[in-house]
């Protein structure tokens, strides 16, 4: 089993930054890709970012050369930079663990940005 526990959401203006963090406890493979994912109301979920544990990354189109994903390996964590913040992205955020059996996921935390 692993367990996802997010923080860092809240409640930023358009232009402002957040950070992101998703600790991860249990059994977790060496071998693992981690990854937020966000929801906004009326809308599918959709991945942000991903990072794999040799620490290649992708991202979403619209987030690119504004969020920074980034991971510390040795403390099972995962950060997502959020900068040059703008009302789209006004979504819960989900971190997630994806391993080749099955995918885990955090609680959500609320990421507001008011314009």
């Known amino acids: 089993q692993v367990q996802l526990m997010e923080s860092g959401g809240g409640l930023v203006q358009t232009g402002g930054s957040l950070r992101l963090s998703c600790a991860a406890s249990g059994s977790i493979p060496s071998i693992n890709v981690m990854g937020w994912y966000r929801q906004a109301p009326g809308k599918q979920r959709e991945l942000v970012a991903g990072i794999r544990s040799g620490g290649s990354t992708n991202y979403v189109d619209s987030v690119k050369g504004r969020f920074t994903i980034s991971r510390d390996n040795a403390k099972n964590t995962v950060y997502l930079q959020m900068n040059s913040l703008k009302p789209e992205d006004t979504a819960v955020y989900y971190c997630?663990?994806?391993?080749?059996?099955?995918?885990?996921w955090g609680q959500g935390t609320q990421v507001t940005v008011s314009s």
């Open positions: 997630n663990c994806h391993l080749s059996w099955r995918d885990y």
